[in-house]
């Protein structure tokens, strides 16, 4: 997936360099400024970093890669701040899996120049073959979040930015980022792979996937893949076939039943508790009976499965802010705050955390409470878009319920 993506960017990278130093000509027309000191002349470029520059470009051309990597670095020695050669010689030794070297070179140049996308997103592809996970799945997100200009990259960033959240255990993050697949109708075995192995919440790599469990993991991939492409049937046709042929594989249940609670509600909630049979501890089937059951105002049911879900996972916020808006929707209004306020400790940086408590104390008559958490709403809520990798959102934070609605306001 990534060599043939490399060698476009390699071969064209001579000719159309985002980091090409061009010279430029003032123009003759335009009126003088006004008296000012003189305008400083460029610093001649030495002959010698020409020449090597030049020797480098036409052997890179050429395909003689060695001989473009050792006149760049004559280059670099007499010119360390040229960005060009930075990033040829980071692409060169990427094309070559010297991964090191490459990464090194692309360090200097998002130094130089820290707002180019691609240069984020192939340090990362280092990262990622190096095995410095944590630094690679930070450097693929900062470049899908400024904007990768050449579309033959996006798809490879996208993918390891994907398996990397899944490894770390980030599920649903992980699951956003391939849904941009099904967007785009990419039903690659990879990509398939990738949704099954989010779907099932396997915190591995695919290399890492057992192979026993990887005829699994293709069949919910694929049924994820169609419930993200909107091929309801079809995604209802691949969940029956995995619920049958692995009845009693963890998150299988779980997987059916939260695509059911859309169309069939009554069947998605005996598909979570056909999960909490397989798997008892299940905070996440507990949690999404609560929200069904908040759905369908049944608040007794809601609140008996939030506060499983509480008891559960107790550090998981989410089942904090269920049962925290139960309670308040019950006119429990102290005991939501409370478990409000636990859940804002967990995750302050949740912008649906805020906006639930906001109207817990706005409630409770605490104004001036309420005011500074729906100012943290905004702030975090205007973050989560503006960071969100990939996409222009234009909608409201991830986290159920909060998207739907609005703001709570101040009453008078």
Same mark, same amino acid.
């Given at each position: 997936?990534?060599?043939p993506?490399?060698a476009?960017?390699l071969?064209?990278?001579?000719?159309?360099?985002?980091y090409?130093q061009?010279?430029?000509?003032?123009s003759?027309?335009?009126?003088a400024?006004?008296?000012?000191?003189?305008?400083?002349?460029?610093?001649?470029?030495?002959?010698a970093?020409?020449?090597?520059k030049d020797?480098g470009?036409k052997?890179?051309?050429e395909?003689?890669?060695d001989d473009?990597?050792?006149?760049? @670095?004559?280059?670099?020695?007499i010119?360390?701040?040229?960005?060009?050669g930075?990033?040829?010689?980071g =692409?060169?030794?990427?094309?070559?899996?010297?991964?090191?070297?490459?990464?090194?070179?692309?360090?200097?140049?998002?130094?130089?120049?820290?707002?180019?996308?691609?240069?984020?997103?192939?340090?990362?592809l280092?990262?990622f073959?190096?095995?410095?996970?944590?630094?690679?799945?930070?450097?693929?997100q900062?470049?899908?979040?400024?904007?990768?200009?050449?579309?033959? =990259?996006?798809?490879v960033?996208r993918y390891?930015?994907?398996?990397l959240?899944?490894?770390?255990?980030?599920?649903?993050?992980?699951?956003?980022?391939?849904?941009?697949?099904?967007v785009?109708?990419?039903?690659?075995?990879?990509?398939i792979?990738?949704?099954g192995?989010?779907?099932l919440?396997?915190?591995?790599?695919?290399?890492?996937?057992?192979?026993?469990?990887?005829?699994a993991v293709?069949?919910?991939?694929r049924?994820?893949y169609?419930s993200?492409s909107?091929?309801?049937?079809?995604?209802?046709?691949?969940?029956?076939?995995?619920v049958?042929r @692995?009845?009693?594989?963890?998150?299988?249940?779980y997987?059916?039943?939260?695509?059911?609670?859309?169309?069939?509600? #009554?069947?998605?909630?005996?598909e979570?508790?056909?999960?909490l049979?397989?798997?008892?501890?299940?905070s996440?089937a507990?949690?999404?009976l609560?929200?069904?059951?908040?759905?369908?105002?049944?608040?007794?049911m809601?609140?008996?499965w939030a506060?499983?879900?509480?008891?559960?996972d107790?550090?998981?916020?989410?089942?904090?802010?269920?049962?925290?808006?139960?309670?308040? #929707?019950?006119?429990?209004?102290?005991g939501?705050?409370r478990?409000?306020?636990?859940?804002?400790?967990?995750?302050?940086?949740?912008p649906?955390?805020?906006?639930?408590?906001?109207?817990?104390?706005?409630?409770?008559?605490r104004t001036?409470?309420?005011e500074?958490?729906r100012s943290?709403?905004?702030?975090? #809520?205007?973050?989560v878009?503006?960071a969100?990798?990939?996409?222009q959102?234009?909608?409201?934070?991830?986290?159920?319920?909060?998207s739907?609605?609005?703001?709570?306001?101040?009453?008078?």
């Open positions: 997936m990534m060599r993506v490399l476009f960017v071969l064209s990278a001579a000719v159309a360099s985002p090409a061009t010279a430029t000509t003032p003759q027309n335009k009126p400024a006004k008296a000012a000191a003189p305008v400083k002349k460029a610093p001649a470029v030495p002959a970093f020409t020449v090597a020797a470009d052997a890179l051309k395909n003689r890669l473009a990597v050792a006149e760049y @670095y004559k280059a670099l020695k010119k360390p701040d040229w960005t060009e930075w990033w040829h010689l =692409l060169i030794s990427y094309e070559a899996q010297r991964y090191q070297p490459a990464r090194d070179a692309l360090r200097r140049v998002v130094t130089l120049s820290p707002t180019e996308a691609r240069s984020w997103g192939i340090m990362g280092c990262e073959q190096l095995k410095d996970y944590d630094a690679a799945l930070e450097h693929l900062r470049a899908r979040q400024l904007g990768v200009r050449a579309d033959e =990259l996006a798809p960033f390891h930015a994907a398996i959240l899944t490894r770390l255990g980030l599920f649903d993050e992980a699951q956003l980022v391939l849904n941009e697949f099904a785009e109708g990419t039903d690659s075995p990879n990509v792979l990738a949704f192995i989010a779907t919440r396997l915190p591995m790599l695919p290399t890492e996937l057992p192979g026993e469990r990887r005829d293709m069949l919910a991939g049924a994820q169609f993200a909107r091929l309801l049937p079809a995604a209802s046709g691949a969940f029956e076939q995995l049958a @692995y009845p009693d594989l963890p998150n299988v249940h997987a059916f039943g939260r695509f059911l609670l859309g169309e069939e509600p #009554d069947r998605g909630v005996q979570l508790q056909k999960e049979q397989v798997t008892p501890s299940h996440l507990m949690l999404a609560a929200y069904e059951y908040i759905k369908r105002s049944d608040y007794p809601a609140k008996t506060e499983k879900a509480v008891d559960a107790p550090m998981d916020f989410t089942a904090r802010k269920a049962l925290g808006q139960v309670l308040l #929707d019950t006119g429990d209004t102290d939501a705050i478990e409000l306020e636990a859940g804002v400790k967990m995750a302050p940086t949740s649906v955390m805020h906006f639930q408590l906001a109207k817990a104390y706005q409630k409770a008559g001036a409470d309420a500074h958490e943290e709403f905004t702030r975090l #809520d205007r973050a878009r503006a969100r990798a990939g996409q959102s234009v909608g409201g934070v991830e986290e159920t319920g909060a739907s609605q609005p703001v709570p306001q101040s009453q008078d």
